[in-house]
């Protein structure tokens, strides 16, 4: 018997057949593009608004229905379009704004593909209206989905061109998005949500272009009137507030190619969000990781770790140092230069925090007058305790006593001193997840031997337990500044008072004590003649072999000593009053949880809790010596009105508080 073949077998598999390649319909096409570029209604504002941009237009007015789902009308003033070429308009990948490669790498429009138009008329009923300057006649393009019966070309796929009326410029009109892709209409969200995404689209643009005015309607009702405005500020103030945009500090600089201009508010106006940072590109709204490493580099310390700042950033460079051709809704470029550009931007918004008094001003006259609590800017319950401290002790002090005098003296007053800018690391640290920059490197040195602290450093030293600093002046008066509850200090400017948190101050001075130490190379250490031995996890084990550069920037050596153990051979001479074991196991701690983190955020993390380790602390009593030696490093200290975890360490209260706490005025 012969063996049955394969085809006699029962459930044997049979080959494939061999899919059948064609060419899919254009209108199908326009569809899969559509989905790349028309998400929801406000990517149909966006394309259109862009468009209305490019075309010169100094007055841009949309109308939207239902959040867009039912209407989007954008009509502008622009140099509009002839007959010939308003059916070429709405053809997929025709446009009038690139010609051949080289266009393509020197982009000076919003928009180049010639796309946009073709895929929002094959998944909406499109019209437009267009009337070009000098021409007395408009003309309409009318889909093929708008046609009714009987009009010419109903059933052919040729546009419908007829004569119109309508002023110069363009009105394009865009009913029932997606009524022809359900998959798609069935994902937009409430009318209200859809809405709100189409405004963030036009306060983009709007900010980028301030020059245009805006009017903006929705269900027949006006949301928004925007004049033209000559300067950044009105506009901001125009979607954000006059509040906001009255305290915007404004920073401009030129420099390698790119021009540099930024708005942005004072820490104590930060944000939950990051959604308030705006970076602007030629005109364009952009999103670019480096930048906004870049922002939260320049921000860090001013400001706690989990709150954003506010700043619109506008950059202006030659198209052809970047590439916007890289996402399909152009919110991405690839820079030529990508860490050139991040430590430009660094650089600008850094000096500019460095050369002002950041210190946030609070108000009294709701804390008692009207019974309510008082809230300042961020909502700050930490001010709310300072405020009460205050009070209570106020309310102890004898009445029948002296006047206490909080005029600090002379040679120790508080100053409004523009601290000197001084770079920071190296060299701008790497965000994670792009090209590399090189890290900045600790710089290295020769090792003091054992006691050998030059006398200067050992008298300049601040140790945990008070402040070996300068002495008062003979005459100084002895209430210049007083202590409360042993944690806040009070002392006279010239604007009013201050309130200072120590533990806050102490360690935002010593901070920059290690950094600046750092710059110039290790921090003086000392050899322990018994060295403490540690017992580590592997974690920790690991993290002290990986970053044993750092450690030894530091001052720190550590040396094996068995499996699970480390021996502690030197340690900083800055954190001699510290119990050394408790401290490395803490560091190793931290420096295990940054993992493979940056090294300007290690060398943060690490100066960070040595600083907090060694400030001294709420609850210790200082003299009147040690508390005007502490104000008067104030004065020299960088960015000393936040500590480094970003809270404030200064608050002030002015005369004009008091005057209306007092009802003076």
């Known amino acids: 018997m012969s063996p049955a073949s394969n085809s006699d077998l029962p459930n044997s598999p049979s080959a494939p057949a061999s899919p059948v390649i064609h060419r899919l319909d254009p209108t199908l096409v326009n569809q899969i593009a559509a989905g790349e570029v028309i998400e929801r209604p406000a990517s149909v504002v966006k394309e259109l608004l862009e468009n209305a941009i490019d075309s010169g237009a100094t007055r ?59 895929s929002i008329a094959s998944i909406s009923r499109f019209r437009m209206v267009s009337r070009p300057a000098g021409q007395d006649e408009a003309f309409e393009y009318v889909g093929r989905s708008e046609r009714g019966a009987g009009e010419a070309g109903e059933s052919s796929d040729a546009p419908l061109i007829r004569s119109s009326a309508g002023p110069v410029g363009t009105t394009v009109e865009v009913r029932n998005l997606f009524y022809n892709v359900p998959a798609r209409r069935k994902f937009l969200r409430q009318a209200a949500t859809e809405m709100g995404h189409v405004t963030e689209q036009i306060a983009r643009l709007a900010l ?43 920073v401009q600089r030129s420099e390698r190619d790119l021009e540099i ?44 770790h989990d709150r954003h700042a506010v700043v619109f950033l506008f950059l202006r460079a030659d198209p ?13 470029v690839r820079w030529r230069d990508a860490g050139l550009v991040q430590s430009q931007v660094l650089a600008v918004l850094r000096e500019a925090l460095l050369a002002r008094d950041l210190t946030p001003a609070f108000s009294l006259n709701r804390a008692t007058g009207d019974g309510g609590a008082a809230r300042e800017a961020g909502g ?51 965000p994670p997840n792009d090209e590399a920059i090189a890290p900045p490197v600790l710089p290295t040195g020769p090792r003091l031997p054992p006691g050998d602290v030059p006398p200067a450093d050992r008298d300049a030293m601040i140790s945990a337990d008070g402040l070996a600093a300068p002495q008062p002046a003979p005459d100084s008066p002895a209430g210049s500044v007083i202590q409360v509850h042993n944690a806040y200090l009070v002392a006279q400017t010239d604007e009013g008072i201050v309130i200072i948190d120590q533990h806050a101050l102490h360690e935002r001075i010593l901070y920059e004590k290690f950094r600046q130490r750092l710059l110039t190379g290790p921090l003086e250490s000392q050899r322990l003649l018994i060295p403490p031995v540690v017992s580590v996890s592997a974690a920790q084990a690991e993290a002290a072999e990986r970053q044993g550069e750092l ?9 094996r ?105």
């Not at 939260?296 to 706690?304: I, N, Y």
């Not at 499996?563 to 900083?572: E, K, Y």
């Open 261 to 304: 201009e930024a708005l942005f508010a004072p820490p104590a106006q930060s944000r939950a969000s990051s959604k308030w940072q705006y970076v602007f590109l030629n005109g364009r709204f952009i999103t670019d990781r480096r930048i906004a490493y870049a922002v939260r580099e320049a921000f860090r310390g001013l400001m706690e």
């Open 60 to 118: 841009i007015d949309v109308a939207i229905e239902e959040g867009g789902v039912q209407l989007i009308r954008v009509a502008d003033n622009g140099c509009g379009i002839g007959r010939d070429d308003l059916a070429l308009a709405v053809a997929p990948h025709a446009t009038s704004k690139i010609r051949n490669t080289e266009d393509l790498f020197n982009i000076r429009t919003l928009g180049f593909r010639g796309e946009a138009l073709a």
């Open 380 to 430: 700050d319950d930490r001010q709310r305790s300072v405020r009460q401290a205050v009070a209570d002790y106020l309310r102890t002090i004898d009445p029948t006593q002296a006047r206490i005098d909080f005029a600090p003296p002379p040679s120790y007053a508080l100053r409004n001193v523009r601290p000197s800018l001084s770079p920071t690391f190296a060299t701008p640290a790497t």
């Open 561 to 665: 000593f068995g499996p699970a153990s480390l021996a502690i051979q030197s340690f900083p001479i800055l954190l001699s009053n510290l119990d050394s074991a408790a401290f490395v196991r803490d560091l190793l701690d931290k420096l295990a949880d940054c993992g493979e983190a940056t090294a300007e955020t290690l060398v943060h993390a690490a100066l960070d809790m040595m600083a907090c380790k060694a400030a001294i602390k709420a609850g210790d009593a200082l003299s009147q010596e040690e508390m005007v030696a502490l104000l008067s490093q104030r004065d020299l200290t960088e960015r000393a009105s936040n500590c480094p975890h970003g809270r404030p360490t200064t608050l002030q209260l002015t005369t004009r508080d008091l005057e209306r706490q007092f009802k003076r005025t």
């Open 320 to 332: 052809r140092q970047f590439d916007v051709n890289v996402h399909p809704t152009k919110l991405e």
């Open 208 to 250: 980028a272009h301030p020059a245009i005015a805006f009017s903006v309607s929705h269900n027949g009702r006006s949301a928004r009137s925007l004049p033209s405005v000559s300067d950044r500020r009105s506009r901001i103030g125009d979607f954000y507030g006059p509040e906001l945009a009255s305290c915007l500090i404004p």
């Open 551 to 559: 450690l030894h920037g530091l001052g720190i050596e550590l040396e």
